[in-house]
């Protein structure tokens, strides 16, 4: 198995333009979590969905941020319009059960 | 609302010193308890998985005790090696509509000195 696979890895982008993160989760796991770290936060969980259903988006900052989960392998994180404040290390984790996380490698985004 | 807090935020120590980094939460209805360890710019790997009815865990060097009635939990280091430096993250699980999500501390920054 891959693991959680997040891309970009990095992405640099200018203040105002639309960012989308993307997600694919380990195969048969039904819960899917976006997380963003920063050094003055630590780890905030912004949104997660069960059963591609978001459950819980009052981590998400403001209108801006919004999530999507199609498909049971594939989700989204979109920013409109990006601001440099949300810059960051996104991470995507995924679990079957309370086992324990899997998480992605996470993608840096910079806006500038 | 679910607290999670570590102590030290940053800890150094010389080689071959048992350590211990803590973990308190103010909500004791949780379902387990993850340490995990986080390398600079790299993601999250999970170390020592405490469920609710346990009160601790081991795997190699590495021990992880749960006191859920006081809301603390404490990761013991044993003989810390340079290889030990990396960011230790406790996080706290609990249900919330038939989903299972974490609470993340703000983690202890170690770095073990040759």
């Known amino acids: 198995d891959a693991g959680v696979i997040q891309s970009p890895r990095h992405e640099v982008t200018e203040m105002g333009q639309e960012v989308t993160l993307r997600c694919k989760p380990i195969s048969g796991h039904n819960s899917l979590f976006w997380y963003r770290q920063t050094m003055m936060r630590g780890l905030e969980l912004l949104i997660y969905?069960?059963?591609?259903?978001?459950?819980?988006d009052s981590g998400m900052p403001e209108d801006r941020f919004s999530a999507k989960m199609p498909n049971a392998s594939f989700s989204t994180l979109k920013i409109q319009p990006s601001e440099p404040r949300d810059s960051a290390v996104y991470f995507c984790?995924?679990?079957?059960?309370?086992?324990?996380?899997?998480f992605g490698s996470g993608t840096r985004l910079t806006v500038v | 609302k679910q607290e999670v807090t570590q102590i030290p935020a940053a800890l150094s120590v010389p080689e071959g010193e048992n350590l211990v980094l803590n973990c308190s939460f103010t909500?004791?209805?949780?379902?387990?308890l993850q340490w995990f360890r986080q390398d600079p710019g790299k993601g999250l790997t999970s170390l020592l998985l405490?469920?609710?009815?346990?009160r601790e865990q081991t795997s190699g060097r590495l021990n992880a005790s749960l006191d859920k009635s006081s809301g603390r939990s404490t990761l013991y280091i044993a003989a810390s090696q340079p290889g030990d430096s990396a960011t230790y993250l406790c996080?706290?699980?609990?249900?919330?509509?038939?989903?299972?999500?974490?609470?993340f501390g703000t983690g202890t920054r170690l770095k073990v000195l040759a």
């Open positions: 909500d004791s209805a949780i379902y387990n």
């Open positions: 405490i469920q609710s009815s346990q």
């Open positions: 996080a706290v699980c609990g249900r919330t509509s038939g989903t299972y999500k974490y609470i």
């Open positions: 969905f069960n059963n591609n259903v978001p459950i819980d």
């Open positions: 984790a995924s679990s079957l059960t309370a086992y324990g996380y899997t």
